[in-house]
Nanobody, 124 residues
Framework: QVQLVESGGGLVQAGGSLRLSCAAS????????MGWFRQAPGKEREFVARISTLGVSTYFADSVKGRFTISRDNAKNTVYLQMNSVKPEDTAVYYC?????????????????WGQGTQVTVSA
């Protein structure tokens, strides 16, 4: 079965950096656009970043643009989220996502597979 397993979450001070990883198995990873969403307590899950199948195209939510980068290694079936200059408002559970193939979308309803999530907490 398909598994997306996130790692790298934790506690970080504001202004610091963190790198999340998502290891995928059970799917042809290189054929799926991949992305990251996050959900803060009491809020809806929101889009963070997306990367195309070959890593050529990336797209970010305005709230993280210029601070976060997304990359992938198709040989390792892994997608990464590099988080720099983090802010307390970045505190959330971060979810790895495999988007539906054939769509250029950034919404949760176009996600085929989800990871279990990893907690990121940014202290002021």
């Amino acid at each position: 079965q398909v598994q997306l397993v996130e790692s790298g979450g934790g506690l970080v001070q504001a202004g610091g950096s963190l790198r999340l990883s998502c290891a995928a198995s059970g799917l042809t990873f290189s054929t799926y656009p991949m992305g990251w969403f996050r959900q803060a307590p009491g809020k809806e899950r929101e889009f963070v970043a997306r990367i195309s199948t070959l890593g050529v195209s990336t797209y970010f939510a305005d709230s993280v643009k210029g601070r976060f980068t997304i990359s992938r290694d198709n040989a390792k079936n892994t997608v990464y989220l590099q988080m720099n200059s983090v802010k307390p408002e970045d505190t959330a559970v971060y979810y790895c996502a495999a988007f539906m193939r054939g769509w250029v979308s950034y919404t949760a309803d176009r996600v085929d597979y989800w990871g279990q999530g990893t907690q990121v907490t940014v202290s002021a």
